[in-house]
């Protein structure tokens, strides 16, 4: 049975930081790229991060650069997204994926998403 499992995500003040995982189970995550999408309330689910298998490559979103990391652990099937100097604008139930990609393509797979972890930004 494929799992996804977010965690680490909770009420944190602009400028702060929070460190998402995301531990993976039941499928062979470390053959996949894996990546993060956010969907913020009344708004469209937006890519965040992927990061190829081996850790190659990483491609974010504009909103994001500079701010998020993505990093893996493929022995502990673990994905994880360190993001700093938050703004209310990344207020977003955040979800991990795994997939597949090409360049600084990545096509998640439609059954291999989580449930999600919330992250809100406010004073």
């Known amino acids: 049975q494929v799992r996804l499992v977010e965690s680490g995500g909770g009420l944190v003040q602009p400028g702060g930081s929070l460190n998402l995982s995301c531990a993976a189970s039941?499928?062979?995550?470390?053959?996949?790229?894996a990546g993060w999408y956010r969907q913020a309330a009344g708004k469209e689910r937006e890519f965040v991060a992927f990061?190829?298998?081996?850790?190659?490559?990483?491609n974010f979103a504009d909103s994001v650069k500079g701010r998020f990391s993505i990093s893996r652990d493929n022995a502990k099937t673990t994905l994880f997204l360190q993001m700093n100097s938050l703004e209310p604008e990344d207020t977003a139930v955040y979800y991990c994926n795994a997939g597949v990609s090409y360049n600084d393509n990545y096509y998640p797979r439609s059954d291999y998403w989580g449930q999600g972890t919330q992250v809100t930004v406010s004073p």
């Open positions: 039941g499928f062979a995550f470390s053959t996949y790229s």
């Open positions: 990061i190829t298998s081996t850790s190659e490559r990483a």
